[in-house]
């Protein structure tokens, strides 16, 4: 998008300069249009809302979770994370990240706990003994606060 020249002090206003404000704010409208893959729906149990795209809030997370440690069939570690400024408790998506390549790193399941407007927790269950070294990613996408 074109950046306008400030005018100096004193300067009349030529159809120039009008034209390429009129340009400019034509551009910004075109970039914000109302059309429906702008917005963005957001619904929870009962809470429902649409809102364009940009207002709304997006937050990305990433947790270590098992750092080259050998763990056992059956155990499960917890996980949390902080967030912050949701009106409403935002629709949150979790996977793992396994960077070990191992026959235990790919037998991790996880599965979300409890999601508020402040905090995100959950388990990550072990479905095979071995050594591993895994992540948990974390996306939430809500109405701000």
Not at 41 to 58: C, L, Y
Not at 70 to 87: L, M, P, Q, R, W
Not at 94 to 111: C, H, L, M, Q, Y
Request: no cysteine.
């Amino acid at each position: 998008m074109a950046k306008l020249p400030l005018p100096e002090r004193g300067q009349p206003l030529d159809v120039t300069y009008i034209y390429s404000l009129v340009d400019t704010v034509n551009d910004l409208s075109t970039q914000n249009s109302s059309a429906t893959f702008n917005y963005t729906e957001i619904e929870r149990g009962n809470q429902k809302e649409n809102i364009k795209t940009s207002q709304a809030k997006i937050v990305g997370k990433y947790l270590d979770v098992v750092n080259d440690s050998t763990i056992s069939a059956g155990n499960e570690k917890t996980f949390s994370a902080t967030i912050s400024d949701f009106k409403y408790p935002p629709i949150v998506s979790a996977t793992i990240e396994n960077f070990s390549n191992t026959p235990a790193g790919k037998d991790v399941r996880v599965v979300l706990t409890s999601v508020t407007t402040s905090r995100i927790e959950g388990v990550v269950k072990f479905g095979t003994s071995g050594n591993l070294t895994i992540g948990v990613h974390l996306l939430a996408i809500g109405i701000p606060n």
